[in-house]
């Protein structure tokens, strides 16, 4: 199930969105998730990575190819299209094993007839020039069919036309449109062949149109096959027309299923060293897979010259460009799982250097300025005036362009990243070292020197934090910027070493300086800001706390239009303290070693609330922060919300009538960074991998493989253990250190196993206990639920509200005392008399729920750990409050794994009295001392202590604190 996405009705509404959702691709090209019969007004498109065009004075943005898998059947004379007639049955699906898309769908025809249409296709992975289709017709009437296929030159541009001199032709049975890009006047080409074998086929070579007409049987399949190819200017020396041409043809040779199995073979590769297991959350599990498949559509594992625009290749929208995106948000992925990937998103920007000196010599800068938005040449897209004012309809100016520095030093970042990750530093000699210059130069003359407080500062910039430009001392800007001084030395004391001779050479060509010696000069005066020692709290940017303090709702209720922007010179959050997206928590997560756990928190509790998420790239912060302060229940709404953008298409599509929706694999890749650098723990600084997991509590465990320095391992992680294998054909080891213990060395082949300090106690105690006491209610089965519904049923009839929240105050309470402290939440009173009524009422209703129960409602692992505790001997006794355990247990089928049954009927003191837990440790004939106590309220584990008994929590550690060992459910066990 979470290998599909899919769904079952046509939504006209949904049209753009599902574009996005069911893209296909293959780093060369992505395909939108439309329908065959989709044109420009549907935004269907193939758009190239790496190539541009400029339409007049309009923004620079991707060339779409002309679309080769148009297709529209016509059955009796009527068109059949979504668009047009209303489906009897529609399903739209990815398969993203194989990255394969499908649609079928059933028209009502003629005579109450129906005809059956199915289309499949897939970008290939294997020759990534090349489309393939398999399309089938099913009629259950005779009709007569003409299906219209070919190459759609009408293509969507946001700001074209950007193809010019189109002409179409046929060769050998092949169609093909050709034209060429307005601005650099490359080449496009784009081939067509198609292998029916039925019907009457005429073609309109002018229109690369084919018609094919025939008349359906009732009852018979139809099928056919289509294969396309696109080659661009930029592809080789030679000429397109002839590259598509020999492509084409070749893909129609081999056949659709040896293209689709050579396609599935790369693509259950790419799976095997990326694909990452959730057990126990279906749907993070299958939210996690969709961002990871959509990395990989998009990466360009074959080139160096381009990188993944924000927008991946889902459309023209931010002008195709790269930004810091890709080093912050999508590199970690390719780092652990492609690190080939990794280098060439690395390479681009060395090959794009001399765009960021030009735009660094634009401003009177040294050194390397790295475009904003990035395109092929590396010069800055991004306009001065990125934004209308929806009110007066006039471009407002914005500070993307000018004032994100931050962005050369997340190139700078993200080489170093690559180079630890790899140990590659040949990167460093092909240009790495030279960017890392040039961006430290930049910021030496971007610089101020304070001659009062004697450091230097970083006056005048925007942080991630969009919403406050033109800012001094943005706590994260500071913290990369130093980062580059320090990389820059590093590099240097690297290359001086290994690659002497590139050293001499750069050295020489930054004789003049600055260079290394300012370089450290600068760092030791230079400034980052800091945790107030008082609050913790480190100030996003000088006198940010002289700003409005608002709450977000606050803010919210005074937007005059949806579309309005919140920043630039008069935007509603500019005065206030509301950031669009993390800021100084992602500083944290940057740098997680230097700070504190309580720093963290204290700035994740001060700066969570006054965040809008405003952008794609926010809540995976909040949720990679949380798991590393052990708050991982804190951030799962986060990460969901990051993992489903693409799901749901819960973004913004539109700003006024400009589209800018499309897919977001910043937060695609921070799902993953979520998912796997926060709660399963990973983090690799180049010498140890730390595993530190800290799992949601709907997580059992997490499995993924990671390449680290050259090396293959395969992590298997719960909350208490993390097994670490090694490839049998490494080359080379890695240290691991588990719940920061000592490293070990993992070395071909080899199997490491950690166990949490605490685990390993608990597990000693676990294997000589005696007895083992159970509570019923969310350890055994999760009744709580009925618990829930019928005190709300009498709530409601009492006429107040009680909601879930007020139920967290019944947990493992008597009845009598829950019927207390319900009156009590409602206002009420009521005589003794009266209030056993209720009781009684309650426990009917209850009872009611209860009597449906069987088996299956037992909580995962139970049944197998209570034979096993039998298996060795251990006795088994249930300590609970609850009047009806006898029955439930029956109700489950497990009462005869219970040596003893103590409940409410059996007992007068409600936890967290311990008499329950002493009776049933007595009815054991055992101590104290020998028995285990499992609970899952905290009333519950206070009266197992007070009984004397070591405890086992079972749900979160965070409120379970005074247990010995807190387990998400006895699965763990
Ligand atoms: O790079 C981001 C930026 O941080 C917020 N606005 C959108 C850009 C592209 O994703």
Redesign the pocket.
Known sequence: MSWTVSEHSFEPERITTNGNKYMTGNGYMGCRGTLEEFGKEQLAAVTLAGLYDKAGDKWREPVNAPNALFTVINCDGQDLSVLAAEPAAHTQSLELRQAVHRRETVFGIRDGGQLTYTAERFVSMDQLHVLAGRFTLHSTVDCRIVIRTGIDSEVWDINGPHLSGQQSRMREEVLLATAVTGELQLPVAVAEQADFGFGRQEIDAERALRTVSFDAKAGETYEWYKYAAVFTGLDSGEEPEECALRAVRAAADAGYSELLEAHSRIWEERWLRSDVRIEGDDKAQSALRYSIYQLLIIAPTESEKVSIP?RGLSGQV?KGAV???TEMFMLPFFLHSDPATARNLMMYRIHTLDGARRKAAEYGYLGAFYAWESQDSGDDACTLFNVNDVFTGRPMRTYFRDKQVHISADVVHGIWQYLQFTGDDAILAEGGAEVIYECARFFYSYAYYNPVKQRYEILDVTG?D?YHERVNNNAFTNALVHETLEIALKAAALLEDKYPAVYAELASQFSGGPFLAEFKEMLEHFYVPQPDPDTLIIEQFDRYYQLEEVTLAELKSRIINKHEYLGGGSGLATTTRILK?ADVVLMLNLFKGKFSKEVKQANWEFYEPRTEHG?S?SPCIYALVAADIGSPDWGYPYFMRTATVDLTGEAKQYVGDLYIGGTHP?ANGGAWMAAVLGFAGLHFDGGIAALNPALPESWQSVELPVRLRGSSFRLQISRGRVTVTAAEDNSGAVLFAGFGGEPELCRPGAQLQFTAPAREAAEQMLNNMKGAIFDLDGVIVDTAKYHYLAWRALAAELGFEFTEAHNERLKGVSRMRSLDILLEIGGREFSDEEKHAMAEKKNRLYVEYISRLDQSELLPGVKDYLHRLRGRGVAIALGSASKNAEFILDKLNIAGLFDAVIDGNKVSRAKPDPEVFLAAGAALGLQPQDCIVFEDAEAGVAAGKAAGMPVVGIGKPEILQEADLVIAGLHEL
Do not use: G, K, R, T
Request: glycine share 0%.
């Open positions: 924000a931010y930004f810091w995106d991630p969009e997206q952008s790239l910043a």
